[in-house]
Antibody
Framework: VQLVESGGGLIQPGGSLRLSCGAS????????MSWVRQAPGKGLEWVSV???????YYAEAVRGRFTISRDNSETTVHLQMTSLRAEDTAIYYC????????????????WGQGTLVTVSP | SYVLTQPPSVSVAPGQTARITCGGN??????VHWYQQKPGQAPVLVVY???DRPSGIPERFSGSNSGNTATLTITRVEAGDEADYYC???????????FGGGTKLTVL
């Protein structure tokens, strides 16, 4: 399993950016996939998840501005980000989300190396 | 929203045992997962479902969860264990994931 993020960069406030996560060794359509971000010097913050059935969920901080999706190739997950703000500046990690065997369980067992998004004038 | 509270830092001498706590309301009713993150690297899962270890993670890493506190225990601490550690839970009613604020483990 390998995950490689791309699409990060410098963007002005109010702008849009699309991140991509290329997966090898498995189909993203058959797995739960998630985005997690980390602002400079800060902790981990969950952003979004897409389940194998296609349902999507978002953190309150990005709901209505970010959209997670998969493409028909079954190898790529995207994060479309709009109305970007300075506080969205972070490294964005793509990860596989595993429902595990226990009750009420979802954890991230494979991570990419991340792509940096900087929102600044 | 659900809040997970971790101590900002924990220090331990090599060879000793480090315990990192993660507090949350009735966290014992949830499955807790732990990640290790070294500087400049992506997080790595070290414990899932309270106390299970992924393949490749040393037995020195273990977890427990009861009441309002989950704990990651690292025995026979080594210099290479120095890192930030994060706890994480998922709420199946809201489909929201929560991370703790992270604990920096320093090996003296």
């Amino acid at each position: 399993v390998q995950l490689v993020e791309s699409g990060g960069g410098l963007i002005q406030p109010g702008g849009s950016l699309r991140l991509s996560c290329g997966a090898s060794g498995f189909s993203v359509n058959s797995n739960y996939m998630s985005w997690v971000r980390q602002a400079p010097g800060k902790g981990l913050e969950w952003v979004s998840v897409i389940y194998s059935g296609g349902s999507t969920y978002y953190a309150e901080a990005v709901r209505g501005r970010f959209t997670i999706s998969r493409d028909n190739s079954e190898t790529t997950v995207h994060l479309q980000m709009t109305s970007l703000r300075a506080e969205d500046t972070a490294i964005y990690y793509c990860a596989t989300a595993n429902p595990g065997d226990a009750y009420n369980s979802l954890f991230f067992d494979n991570w990419g190396q991340g792509t940096l998004v900087t929102v600044s004038p | 929203s659900y809040v997970l509270t971790q101590p900002p830092s924990v220090s331990v001498a090599p060879g000793q045992t480090a315990r990192i706590t993660c507090g949350g309301n009735n966290i014992g009713t949830k499955s807790v997962h732990w990640y290790q993150q070294k500087p400049g690297q992506a997080p790595v899962l070290v414990v899932y479902d309270d106390s299970d270890r992924p393949s490749g993670i040393p037995e020195r890493f273990s977890g427990s969860n009861s009441g309002n506190t989950a704990t990651l225990t690292i025995t026979r601490v080594e210099a290479g264990d120095e890192a930030d550690y994060y706890c994480q839970v998922w709420d199946d009613r809201s489909d929201i994931v929560t991370f703790g604020g992270g604990t920096k483990l320093t090996v003296l």
